[in-house]
């Protein structure tokens, strides 16, 4: 079995941004991660009395854990993140509505002159053994069990062009994507912008209904078991995930019709590559057999996915079979995976 | 077992418009009724050679049949229509590129100099019995089969306000809002507009990809067993629907996210009537537990869901109970199916 | 001088939508019409304590006085109005807020949990005289003067495809563009979608501000004279304008930016009509000369336009020099004004 | 008259992000500053076979001159930047189509699967006697004279969070706004979000559409006369010009609406500020007087401004008067302006 590094940050090693900082740690590929995150509120918010607009101070939300140095990684090469598990690391979660964010009120960018919506916390209780995360409303008795449904909401890379982002940013370096899909078995492909990738993971969710509506998932502090390997020489346009069945690209942009267009366009060009499909052949491929699951709909940009399965790709391997290799190599680390 | 009204349009029947037409059949309020419906190109589109632009005219596009007068519908009211069956009436279907039109196009709308993409015609083998439909590339010799899965682009009833519009419209009325979700099983929730609602119903997809990218799905005839049932006094600000497990909100806007935004606030006040919960509690499960399947992204109004299973509202029925009434009724009709 | 026609209709002869309707006139082209049009409310805010949502009843909002049928005007044909001048009809106009409608508020469309702004009425005297509308807030005692800039709100023909839209929607049939462009001595072009082009005319405001952000402009009644003309064989595929010293495009769309779009690749095309110009070198020029003023950003559709002055275009005449016949035989009418 | 501080940047000092960057000189408060500033292609683009993809290396594009550290400035006051003079430091400039960038092209975020327009550049010949651009077509002899209207595209300071962005960029931090109304007599306010402000100028245009539809304007080098100005105490929200007669509130998003809310929003929030308008009053007013001109339809976020004249504002006077303060400094410096 594979030796683990783990990494759990002190609360001033949180990082804010992509970007604009050392690394905490240099990292061989294949290396198996444990890493402890915060959650989106760095902790701060415990009850439902903790408000977040009051408990925590902007621009320090959203905390990551990194960056790590991917020994060998350079520019144009592709940065794979293996996901090996993802364990919720409290037995509580919490939830709140926040001033001006969210899907469903107006925010910074959909500026109105109404007051924000009232600021609340929920908090959750999160059952592993049972698989379970208890919604409890704030103004009546009900309670109700929803499956326990662990993902990162928050991984990326050093932005290109030399920009450092917030980490509350999705976009091309990845970070606050915010989808489901990055759960626990997949595999997340990221450009390679600088010497070293400089990746960074955050933003636990014990679960999260599609597009994030009030802007805040059941966020809780995680155990991230994960492995980082470097495609030599293979360059990646924007964030892709690969699950055992499907193929998946991750479209950030506003209004969400463009990230609709960018995933799509993306996974049409990719299954291009692995079919050797013309064109538009993929185009009415995906047309007909993709899938589109929602991101997030509150943050700077808005998160889509175009999703295939592998089965309607005769087979084709993508990025030379890292994933299955990956998964190998996590199954190795902990027979009771993979 | 019930008797079963048949109705199959000639040619010059069909409708391009809800609104606008006087009915051509009148219905009790439960009745099985067999639908014959024609393809969105009219039947025009039946070889690779037959390009939509040139054998179809505009407007006479995406025909439906109908419009059909429930007795009793009043405006106020709500009109539930159970779809029973849908069963392709071909055993092939056509999908295609059209100028300007798709998700992964400039679009009249969306205008740009740019010439359109090609227009061509990809043809699909339809076998009901092994449950597939067979793509097969235009410009390389792959085939793959993708799982069969009927649905109906176009359901809507006459608008309000004195409104006509394009069957290609989906918006408050229904209309071509293009989600797979709307498969045998559901039932479809409308406003009623006008005296007997005068719905009407096309666009048979054999299967669709999340989104519709390429802006047409494996189009077909198709057979269409549904009942019309009249939910008195109750009226419906948008389109809903109920499968046995889920309730679902419809959102036809632009951008995309508005289609969120109205499909969400609409889940969040529904979820508050059903269950006695709050508002802000409401948006917090609806947050937490929902669902966000996307319809189209090519139409003129995009087209996103709003879902929530029922097993989280604590067994609450909507509209009274309808969907399960008339689950009743469609297997007392058919005692294969239900 | 030529003789006049004149309309004036009762309150049961508003209309609310552009087709369905039959005429209530019919004129020969070239004829000059004094037509007179209500407010948006149909005249029913008359002080600060009639809200509009009180005393008007939807869909009964923002009527027309039409529709005039047009001889000779056939499908394919433009229909070109010239409006000779736009004269109040009162000596005082009113504004206000209205629920959920306006820019800076979520909507039906962008739609939020949060409740409507209040509403409010404004009431503003009129002084043709001085040329001046005055502004009189309602919370303190400020007033200030602003100048009167009487335009149209909503000119429109019978959609194409069968359909029937309310008046509050701008479209490739005109409708409610709320631009200020729509001023005396300008023309405006539409296409001709039905034996007759079936105009009609209303929503006067005294003035508004860019994008009318609050949804309601100084609304007034308006004595609106005018003289239609058909331009035969010539076929227009959106609202287009000539003033003296420019020509504009009318987008009307969602998001804004498609408006933006469909205006200016509608104004490229005509200026390569125009001069001759290869299309990436009118882009070229538009580019650089084009001005863009938002008409409304609160309507179903957004509305904004692409304007060139005539003068960087060598003198092009559109549409064989049909604004400056019709400012002469305005000019002819009423030798005070053109 | 003042001494004038003189900036020229060599090739390798010019900076293509905001933040991440050392100052290049420190001011006082002001201090009058003659900056030359690189076109937009870095100097590269000088006849019409320098295509811009070819020449130019990605990031290496919009160039800026600085940053300038303004001593004084703390985060939370307010940077105020006067242009006292803007003067193209070439006879000659030059624009172009970029594949897949500007409004009537799909781009990285509406992307399609359509191939890009052609690249093709043009130049121009500046004539500052005679106050002219000359545009000449590329495939016919067309040429005209447009009016010289010198702007600069892009100021910005370093962002707030920490973040860098590349030039390219408008946001709260200014950047690339591409807005014409940055003329030489107008005050821009910046906030300040670290020690010293860290701003720095550059993309400047010898005249522009509303829009900046292609993409690029009549890029040219320019000399910037400016003076810096820190309003202590007092932070600015977001970009704000103010002109002799005019207040103006910039805003950048997408989709355009988003860009209109936020900009209007501002000026209504400002409106109340300088006139103790209640905020619906101060909606109402801005609702009939503003004006909204369109920035730019092609950078990462769009440009639109919400404008009001200052004589509707009963003289409110912004900043304690900072503009008319610095409007003198700049006439004393250069008495054949102000």
Redesign the interface.
Known sequence: MADVVEYAPQAHQLA??F??RQPVLRVEPGTVMRIHTEDCFGGAVRTMGDLPSQVCR??ELNPVSGPFYVAGAEPGDTLALHLVSLTPARDWGV?S?FPHF?????T???????????E?V?RYDIDTAAGT?R?T????D?T?D?PLAPMLGTIGVAP???????TIVPDLHGGNMDTPELRAGTTLYLPVNVPGALFAVGDGHA????????????ETAMTVVLIPEVIKGIATPAPRLESDTALMCVGS??????A???S???L?RWTTEL???????A????????????GN?CDPN?T?LAVIDKA?L?GAAAYGGAHDRLRALAAHHDPGRG
């Open positions: 804010y941004t970007g604009g902007f621009p939830s509505t969210g899907a469903l009120t107006s910074a960018q959909t500026a109105t002159l109404q007051p924000p919506l009232e609340r929920w995360v919604y409303a704030r103004r009546s009900y109700v929803l290109a062009a030399g920009e450092t982002r917030m679960r999260q209904g599609d597009g994030e509506a009030c802007g805040v998932a059941v942009a506003r209004p969400l019709e463009d609709y267009r960018t799509h366009t993306g049409v079919t050797g499909l013309e064109t538009l052949d185009y009415q491929l995906v047309s007909q057999a993709g899938r589109s699951p929602v709909v808005y889509i309607y005769h």
